[in-house]
């Protein structure tokens, strides 16, 4: 379940910055902005042997991506988890998609207890 939550956030000269976000518990995050508008942070509100540490990543969002014509080419992928039976299962193949809803040359290969082959 996504909570919705504000706060603040100020950016020097030499692009990095300071993030306050308005949650239980407190979030303050010290970022560097990257030249593509992306940043990286780690969170910096834990004191006296309490609190929380983390780092992580903030990627800006690019809404004209989610189109079916910006799935086009060539494309790899992986997914790892488990099946019916909680056996760990792998699936990994390529494809290649034309921009308008369909894929073509695709391969995969599927590995699961008992095979021998990734």
Not at 26 to 40: E, R, V
Not at 59 to 78: H, L, N, P, Q, W
Request: overall charge neutral; glycine content about 16%; some cysteine.
């Amino acid at each position: 379940m996504a909570l919705a939550f504000t706060g603040t956030y100020s950016i020097g000269a030499d692009n990095r910055g300071v993030m306050n976000l308005n949650i239980p518990g407190g979030g303050t995050l010290a970022f560097a902005m990257l030249s593509n508008g992306n940043a990286k942070f780690v969170e910096v509100d834990a004191s006296g042997n309490h609190g929380t540490v983390g780092s992580g990543t903030m990627e800006k969002v690019d809404a004209s991506a989610f189109s079916t014509a910006k799935i086009t080419g060539d494309y790899a992928f992986g997914l790892s988890g488990q099946d019916q039976s909680n056996n760990h299962t792998a699936i990994v193949g390529r494809f290649s998609a034309n921009g308008m809803g369909l894929l073509s040359n695709g391969a995969r290969t599927r590995t699961c207890p008992g095979d021998s082959a990734l």
